[in-house]
């Protein structure tokens, strides 16, 4: 998980692992200008800004944050301030002043200095791409306009695939679910422009304001390509959608892994969805397989149906919109701004921001292994990676003895359980063996350059087709703020990002860190045993480890917190989706009772001196809520509840506070206060 979390975007062809958790207070940061300067003596770590009129008990969130939310102003180019996922804000400065610096040096010819400054650099020449403004796309919609049948258009389909523009199919590879030793292909459902299949039926204000900014977004960007029908055009696309997402599974149920999983023959699929054309599909992939993983078999049933039901006009209209889209963040201003008249809608956002920190962004996510040495090297203390590993073979251990203590679960799924925890691969900091890029890139081609990124994504992760996972890849650049445990490979990471202060320091008190990177890391193994990870073994099968009686308690555990969270609110009156969230809450939960284990193993949480006023118990809690101090605007909170599996900050705070009674104790929370409740109703899994 992650305070960000990251989850499977088919579009990026990346591997699909539970959600991230990256976070860490803006407002405390205070970033060393080079990893030299970093501070080597004990400090005092003062939680400022409490509000004693709000009690611990009603409300434990805004007990530490509410006068920082209070004072707290979201940039007119941002969707929110602190912690989270917005501490990649400011660590976005961080990189800033690599790209400045090798963006204006001379380089040899293919080191990751030139590769990045001259990326970055082409990408800054704003008045270059202005002056060619549609003509980059132009190749693409003529091929489109070339199209005579529906071979040929699946052939563009899968031929663009290979240039990072997916429309729709959306393969990717990973391990196999039933045969974790091997990656095989799988296919998922894909197709839609909103953020959500429910936002195609969706009939609220709300959600038809955004229905109608989509349209107009497409009508423009066929405006901006020269076609004079484009209000009809858009039309045309958002049908063509709102079919499509019919036949899509809800995010709810594509939890259930099992029922995602569908290993096919392609000869069978070739038979019976003869308009997709599977083997000629796979043949213009490059993909030498006999059998796929079809995730969502209802969606390419639906696709090969419509297929020959639609006009091939009008999917040539449908193709057009999405080759648009796929591009109009590196084409000429006009398409960047249609998009972001969108986007705000969604987000609240009213401002784009500086073009430096698009661009730090767009490095990062097209070359960020690259970037991310340069940033290690610069920027990360080598005692951080050290010092984490400890903390993580601690909590590894904590957790062992937590699973042996527990009342509702067997001996014979205890030993299962225990081996699966000690066959998780630790990773921290930056991988062994660096991603490198084979690419060529000039700094006044960023069109060029950005499809030229993509393509060599898709043959690097083609290249692991039919091979055993490479279990020294990293899926997320080490300096992104964020964390994650991949079922697939029992993996857990922890990037150089998120091992700085105030999230992770070096030199602030146990209690400090045990609160802050202890809850992450707790947080991150207990995803392991969530109601997703527990499908998967100790070696990333998908196979039934649990005796039937122990995993018939789980579940109705796990519903426990399904039925607790759908009662929080944001908003409001917009209810958390439970069965959405049950993962990150259950991780939420175990994070903070392991972290809490542990740290009353150290000198500090066994002694009961005051620091700054407080007890050890009382800092290790302040620092939990501190790390989710994030304000979000409301129309990005509002799309937030309705698409992501982690919980507002809020209530990653307050919900698994109300479950664990060493809170109760620390703060003297007393029946009769909002989110006290009886100590039988406190919901434990792990």
């Given amino acids: 998980m992650l305070i960000f979390e990251k989850t499977y975007h088919p579009q990026m062809n990346k591997l699909a692992f539970l959600p991230l958790l990256a976070f860490l207070a803006v407002s405390c940061r205070n970033e060393p200008s080079n990893k030299n300067d970093l501070q080597t003596e004990d400090k ?110 699946m052939e563009f389909v899968a031929e663009q695939i290979k240039s990072g523009d997916y429309s729709l199919i959306a393969p990717y590879i990973s391990p196999d679910q039933k045969n974790s030793a091997i990656n095989i292909l799988h296919f998922t459902q894909t197709g839609l422009g909103l953020p959500d299949r429910d936002y195609y039926f969706g009939d609220d204000p709300s959600v038809k304001k955004i229905q109608e900014a989509y349209k107009t977004y497409l009508a423009t960007v066929f405006e901006l390509v020269g076609d004079a029908s484009a209000k009809q055009q858009a039309n045309t696309v958002y049908a063509i959608e709102r079919k499509l997402a019919q036949s899509h599974k809800t995010r709810v149920e594509r939890r259930v892994v099992k029922e995602n999983y569908h290993k096919l023959p392609v000869a069978e699929l070739d038979k019976t969805q003869s308009n997709i054309g599977w083997k000629t599909m796979l043949k213009n992939l490059g993909a030498d397989v006999d059998s796929v993983d079809v995730g969502q078999p209802v969606y390419y049933e639906t696709l090969n149906s419509m297929l020959t039901s639609i006009p091939l006009m009008d999917w040539k209209v449908f193709l057009k919109a999405n080759s648009i889209g796929s591009h109009d963040n590196i084409l000429s201003t006009p398409f960047q701004n249609a998009a972001f008249e969108y986007s705000k809608v969604l987000s609240g956002q009213s401002q784009q921001q500086p073009r430096k920190l698009q661009m730090t962004r767009k490095v990062d996510q097209q070359i960020g292994f690259a970037l991310g040495q340069l940033y290690v090297k610069r920027y990360f203390n080598e005692d951080a990676k050290k010092r984490a590993l400890d903390l993580v073979n601690n909590f590894q251990k904590t957790l062992e003895k937590r699973i042996g203590q527990l009342d509702w679960m067997s001996d014979s799924t205890k030993l299962k359980a225990k081996d699966k925890l000690y066959a998780i691969n630790k990773k921290i900091g930056y991988p062994d063996v660096w991603r490198t890029y084979d690419v060529e890139i000039d700094r006044e081609k960023f069109f060029e350059n950005v499809v030229a990124l993509r393509q060599d994504e898709y043959q690097y992760e083609l290249a692991d087709l039919n091979k055993a996972p490479n279990r020294d890849q990293w899926h997320t650049t080490p300096s992104t703020v964020t964390a994650y445990y991949n079922p697939s490979l029992n993996e857990i990471v922890f990037p150089a990002g998120i091992l700085q202060a105030p999230y992770f320091d070096l030199y602030a008190d146990d209690a400090v860190n045990y609160g802050g990177i202890g809850m992450v890391i707790g947080h991150e193994f207990t995803h392991a045993f969530d109601d997703q990870g527990a499908q998967y073994d100790k070696n990333g099968n998908v196979s039934n480890w649990w005796t039937e009686d122990d995993y018939t308690k789980f579940k109705a555990k796990t519903q426990q917190i399904v039925d607790q969270y759908s009662d929080f609110t ?62 979000m605007r409301d129309e990005f909170l509002r799309n937030y509840v309705a698409t992501d599996p982690h919980s507002p900050p809020m209530w990653r705070v307050n919900g698994p506070l109300m479950n664990f009674t060493p809170f109760y104790e620390a703060f003297d929370v007393k029946n009769g206060e909002n989110n006290f409740k009886p100590e039988s109703e406190r919901i434990k899994i792990w």
């Fill in 44 to 153: 005092t770590v003062v939680f400022e800004g409490i509000s004693e009129g709000i009690k611990p008990g009603d409300n434990f969130f805004d007990h530490v944050n509410k006068t920082w939310y209070d004072e707290a102003v979201i940039a007119e180019d941002q969707v929110g301030v602190g912690s989270y996922r917005f501490l990649n804000i400011p660590q976005q400065e961080l990189l800033q002043n690599i790209l400045d610096e090798v963006s204006r040096g001379n380089h040899a010819e293919g080191s990751i200095e030139q590769q990045v400054g001259d990326f970055y650099a082409s990408g800054m020449d704003t008045i270059g791409i202005d002056l060619r403004g549609v003509t980059p796309i132009l190749p693409i919609l003529k091929r489109i306009d070339a199209i005579t049948d529906i071979p040929m258009m």
């Fill in 570 to 631: 944001v908003l409001d009156s917009v209810h958390l989706k439970g069965a959405l969230t049950v993962g990150e809450n259950t991780a939420d939960n175990g994070g903070i009772a392991i972290a809490y284990d542990a740290f009353k193993m150290t000198e500090q949480g066994r002694d009961t001196t005051k620091i700054g006023g407080f007890t050890p118990d009382q800092r290790f809690f302040l620092s939990i809520a501190r790390i989710w101090r994030v304000k």
